[in-house]
C-alpha cells in the first residue's frame, strides 16, 4: 500500500541563525546516514540467503567492507523468532521525520520488501507546505531521500506489520524540521517518533536568544509527545565525540549533538557488528560480538554531555557517570552503525541497492523494537527511558541486552578526546544493543505503567 499527499498547515516559525527566506534566520540540521558503495548481487546457493557479495565477506576487510540484511540483524539481535511468532508490529503505526522526502520512496521500500521476502509496506508519504519539486541536482536533498530511504526500509525491515509515515519537512532548516515534528505529535499520526538527524549543541548555545528558542521549542514539542505516550527515538549523530561551533570550526573538546543530548528522548549510538561465523559474515551465522563504532573522523558514533540540559532524574544513580558531571549523559542504548558492516538499502534514483552505515540506521529499527513491544503489551510504551534506566540500576537490563564493552568514540586525529565503552552503561553506547529478553522486560515493565 502507498499513498503520498500534501497537508495544509502553517508552520512554526522562530528565529535561528543564518538568513533564509523572507529575511528570516535559520539554522539547519543533517542527516546521519552514510552511503557506502554499491551492492553487488550474489547468485543464490542452496547453502546461503545472501543476496550481495558483502554479505559473504571475511571480516579481515581483505575483499572490502561486509553488509547485512534483514535476517541477519534480526537474529543478531534476537528478534526472528518473536517476529515469526506474530509479534510483527501490527496495529503500530511508526511516523518518521526527515526533509524533503523521496521521489522513489514507495517504490523503493517495495523493492527492498520483495528481494528479502517482507510483506509489502503500509506507507505514506506526507510533504508539509511549502515543499517544491524535487531536485535531483540538489545534493543535499538526494542526501535526505538517501536518509528516508533507510530510516524507511529498516522499520519495516523490523516491524513489517506497522503502518509507516514519512513526514517530509519542506526543508531542513530548524522551523521547517519543527513543523514537520508538531505535525506529527499533534495529529497524533502515531505512537512511535524517529529521527535521525541533528545539530551541534555548542552552535545553537552560540545563538543567545535564537539558539535558546529552538531548544525551548523543541523541548516543549517532545514533553508533549511523552504526555500522549509517544516514543521518540534519535540518533546520537555520527562525528564521534567531535563536533563544531556555530561557524563550522571543529572543537579540541567533545561537544554534545542535539536533539541527542535532549532529556525528553531515547538516544541511540552506534556500534560495529559482526555477525556471521569467527572469520566471515553471512546470514546464517551467529552474533560473534560488536565493538564501539569508530571508523575515524565523520565516521563514528556520537555520545557525551550535555552542557545544555542537566542530569535528568531518570539518570542518577547510574554508574559510570563522570562524578563531577551534571549534564544530561547520552546515548541510552545502542545498534549496527558502521559502514563496515552496514545495511542494504534500496535507492530508486540510483538504480540500485547500496551499503549504508551511521547512527541513522539504529533510530528507525529502534522504532520497529517499539512497534513490537507496543503491540504485545497492548498498550503505548511511551517514553522509553523511564524503563530502561529503572531496569538498568536494578541490575536486570545487562544479560537482556549485548553490553559492549570495547571501543571509543575518540577523534584522535583531530586532537579530541572521547568515551570510553564500560561494562553496564556507558557514554558510547548507552546500556547496549538489544538480545533475547530485552522485548520481554520491557514488554512487561510497560504493562505496569
Not at 536518509?147 to 519495516?156: G, K
Request: charged share 15%; net charge negative.
Amino acid at each position: 500500500m502507498k499513498t503520498t499527499r500534501a497537508i495544509g498547515l502553517g508552520a512554526l516559525l522562530f528565529g535561528v541563525a543564518l538568513t533564509g527566506a523572507g529575511g528570516a534566520l535559520a539554522q539547519y540540521k543533517k542527516p546521519y546516514a552514510i552511503k557506502g558503495e554499491a551492492a553487488v548481487p550474489v547468485a543464490a546457493t542452496p547453502a546461503s540467503t545472501a543476496h550481495f557479495t558483502c554479505e559473504l565477506r571475511p571480516f579481515d576487510g581483505s575483499k572490502g567492507i561486509v553488509c547485512y540484511g534483514p535476517d541477519a540483524i534480526r537474529k543478531a539481535y534476537g528478534l526472528d523468532g518473536i517476529i515469526a511468532g506474530g509479534i510483527n508490529g501490527t496495529g503500530q503505526t511508526i511516523v518518521i521525520i526527515d526533509a524533503y522526502g523521496s521521489p522513489t520512496l514507495e517504490a523503493d521500500v517495495q523493492a527492498f520488501s520483495a528481494l528479502f521476502g517482507l510483506p509489502p509496506a503500509d506507507i505514506t508519504q506526507i510533504r508539509m507546505p511549502g515543499s517544491t519539486p524535487f531536485d535531483f541536482n540538489d545534493n543535499n536533498q538526494l542526501g535526505w531521500a538517501e536518509e528516508s530511504s533507510l530510516d524507511v526500509q529498516w522499520a519495516h525491515a523490523i516491524a513489517p506489520g506497522a503502518k509507516i509515515i514519512l513526514v517530509a519537512a519542506a526543508t531542513n532548516n530548524d522551523d521547517d524540521m519543527l513543523a514537520a515534528q508538531n505535525y506529527a505529535i499533534s495529529q497524533k499520526l502515531g505512537s512511535i517518533l524517529s529521527e535521525s538527524f541533528g545539530e551541534s549543541e555548542l552552535a545553537l548555545q552560540q545563538l543567545g536568544p535564537a539558539g535558546q528558542a529552538i531548544f525551548d521549542a523543541n523541548e516543549k514539542s517532545y514533553k508533549t509527545a511523552g504526555d500522549h505516550k509517544i516514543s521518540v527515538l534519535v540518533s546520537a549523530g555520527d562525528d564521534g565525540a567531535a563536533g563544531f561551533d556555530v561557524n563550522g570550526v571543529l572543537q579540541t573538546v567533545p561537544v554534545a549533538n542535539y536533539p541527542a543530548s535532549s532529556p525528553n528522548v531515547t538516544t541511540v549510538g552506534g556500534t560495529n557488528l559482526f555477525f556471521g561465523t569467527a572469520t566471515n559474515a553471512t546470514p546464517n551465522g551467529t552474533y560473534q560480538g560488536e565493538v564501539v563504532w569508530n571508523e575515524g573522523p565523520g565516521s563514528a558514533t556520537g555520545g557525551g554531555i550535555s552542557k545544555q540540559f542537566r542530569l535528568p532524574d531518570y539518570q542518577e544513580g547510574t554508574k559510570h557517570l563522570i562524578p563531577t558531571s551534571t549534564g544530561r549523559g547520552y546515548p541510552d542504548v545502542a545498534y549496527n552503525a558502521g559502514v563496515f558492516g552496514g545495511v542494504i538499502v534500496r535507492l530508486g534514483f540510483f538504480g540500485g541497492f547500496f551499503v549504508f552505515g551511521g547512527t541513522s540506521a539504529g533510530a528507525p529499527q529502534w522504532a520497529g523494537i517499539t512497534a513490537l513491544i507496543n503491540q504485545a503489551s497492548k498498550q503505548p510504551a511511551g517514553f522509553l527511558n523511564k524503563s530502561l534506566y529503572k531496569l538498568g540500576k536494578l541490575g536486570v537490563l545487562q544479560p537482556l541486552m549485548h553490553d559492549i564493552t570495547v571501543g571509543d568514540n575518540s577523534d584522535l586525529d583531530d586532537g579530541v578526546v572521547g568515551f570510553s565503552a564500560q561494562p553496564g552503561w556507558d557514554y558510547t553506547t548507552g546500556w547496549g544493543t538489544p538480545n533475547a529478553g530485552l522485548l520481554g522486560a520491557l514488554m512487561k515493565d510497560n504493562g505496569k505503567n
